[in-house]
Nanobody, 120 residues
């Protein structure tokens, strides 16, 4: 399974970005996608997850009502729409997939990170 994440960039506070994560390879072996972020000096944290089969959602409290995770099964692509961005959202964002939603960061497959920088 290979993942390619893209869509990061520099945005002003209050702005929006949409991250995409294209999944290829043995996609039938995965049913969950998560978006993580890691800011300098901080641990990697899960910000949102979705299951492909039934669309179950999870959001970290810090991003609820601002971020939306979604999927396009036909394209094997997941998205993270980020609105009302804040400087504290600045981080490297990673997508990950697994057969089910693991505990913590123990996901099987990871994409390369994409940097999101929010200026104040």
């Amino acid at each position: 399974v290979q993942l390619q994440a893209f869509g990061g960039g520099l945005v002003q506070a209050g702005g929006s970005l949409r991250l995409s994560c294209a999944v290829s390879g043995r996609t039938f072996s995965t049913d969950a996608m998560g978006w993580f972020r890691q800011a300098p000096g901080k641990e990697r944290e899960l910000v949102a997850s979705i299951t492909w089969s039934d669309g179950r959602l999870y959001y970290a409290d810090s991003v609820k009502s601002r971020f939306t995770i979604s999927k396009d099964n036909a394209k094997n692509t997941g998205y993270l729409q980020m609105n009302s961005l804040k400087p504290e959202d600045t981080a490297v964002y990673y997508c990950a997939v697994d057969r089910t939603i693991p505990i913590g960061t123990a996901w099987d497959y990871w994409g390369q990170g994409t940097l999101v920088t929010v200026s104040s």
